[in-house]
């Protein structure tokens, strides 16, 4: 009996492995400073307010005339057909810019082998206002011969505050 208990559980553990799926973003939940995330100023790591972990990404911005944020480029697994990108994010007082594209802003835009950009962005979300933890989710198909992608979370031409955590990218093919 004891054996065949041993078995299921073998087995358990192997399926429940073989279908969890890695995270592509290094450094997703911020609990390591900005390691891995590139950003020109304006996003720091903040213990005060997050959605797990001990910390989060916060961006404030006093006016709507820059965009400030931070983005990361992760590879693209081999035949990779579909990812999923998500995150957790929290506004505010956002009041984006003129354009209806501008405010707190989730975008990934996909990248050739010489790291030009593919088409347009893919906009997950746009916030404006104020807003409690809202978890944002968005499967989108790889355009063939990507080889890359970019992750950008900004202040795009909005003033105010966006918090980020838990920002991931799984494969679901």
Not at 22 to 38: A, C, M, P, R, T
Not at 136 to 142: D, L, P, Q
Request: proline letters at 2%; hydrophobic letters at 40%.
């Amino acid at each position: 009996m004891k054996s065949y208990i041993l078995v299921l559980i073998c087995v358990v553990t192997f399926f429940y492995h073989a279908t969890a799926q890695k995270n592509l973003v290094q450094n997703g939940g911020f609990e390591d400073s900005l390691y891995g995330w590139n950003s020109g100023g304006g996003a720091v790591q903040t213990p005060w307010d997050f959605k797990s972990g001990k910390n989060s990404c916060a961006i404030v911005t006093a006016n709507t005339d820059n965009w400030v944020g931070i983005d990361q480029v992760v590879s693209i697994p081999k035949k990779t057909q579909n990812i999923e990108f998500g995150a957790w994010i929290k506004t505010t007082n956002v009041v984006k810019g003129k354009n209806d594209w501008d405010g707190a802003i989730f975008t990934v835009v996909f990248l050739d082998g010489q790291d030009k950009q593919m088409g347009d962005g893919v906009n997950i979300v746009r916030i404006t206002g104020t807003s409690e933890w809202t978890q944002t989710k968005r499967i989108i198909k790889v355009p063939e011969k990507a080889y890359s992608f970019k992750i950008l979370l900004a202040m795009g031409n909005a003033s105010g505050t966006m918090i980020i955590d838990d920002v991931v990218a799984v494969k679901v093919d």
